[in-house]
């Protein structure tokens, strides 16, 4: 399953001390990340991306 940003920059790495600082962190990544934001761009053309498969028809 695909991990957000904020998982994959901050939270899978990170090292936090108490969940103050957890959380002193995460505000710190929001303010960041908002100051340079960028649209997300979606792959959902290439069907492994796609949460479910594309279904050309009816399956029952």
């Known amino acids: 399953m695909p991990r957000s940003l904020i998982e994959r920059d901050l939270i899978a790495h990170g090292i936090f001390r108490s969940q103050q600082d957890l959380k002193r ?6 303010r960041r990340y908002n100051k340079a934001a960028k649209p997300v761009k979606g ?3 290439d069907p492994r991306h796609r949460i479910t498969p594309f279904l050309s028809g009816t399956v029952h």
Do not use: D, G
């Open 43 to 45: 792959k959902y053309a």
């Open 25 to 30: 962190k995460i505000m710190r990544y929001i």
